[in-house]
């Protein structure tokens, strides 16, 4: 079994930045990949960036250039750095994990407010 702990969200103001983490543990050799996903009130939650074991990283293109995603290996860990943060980045980010038995793990979610 593989568990995820994010962290890192709160309010903040439009412009400012925030870091996220999710922590993994357990069965962490099956993970093969490790994402952030986002969603707002009303919305479908949506993709906002992968990273791979290998560390091959990939955005959505609303958060290009704006957003980091990364891993420390050593910690087991998996941050989301967001700048220029807009008040349409406001949702609950949600960590996932892709296990190679094709199931996907996911956290409990953490709240990105970012007011104008």
């Known amino acids: 079994q593989v568990q995820l702990v994010e962290s890192g969200g709160g309010l903040v103001q439009a412009g400012g930045s925030l870091r996220l983490s999710c922590a993994a543990s357990?069965?962490?050799?099956?993970?093969?990949?490790m994402a952030w996903y986002r969603q707002a009130p009303g919305k479908q939650r949506e993709l906002v960036a992968t990273i791979t074991d290998g560390g091959s990283t990939n955005y959505a293109d609303s958060v290009k250039g704006r957003f980091t995603i990364s891993r420390d290996n050593a910690k087991n860990t998996v941050f989301l750095r967001m700048n220029s943060l807009n008040v349409g980045d406001t949702a609950v980010y949600y960590c996932?994990?892709?296990?190679?038995?094709?199931?996907?793990?996911w956290g409990q979610g953490t709240q990105v407010t970012v007011s104008s």
């Open positions: 357990g069965s962490i050799f099956s993970i093969y990949a």
């Open positions: 996932n994990a892709g296990l190679i038995t094709g199931y996907d793990v």
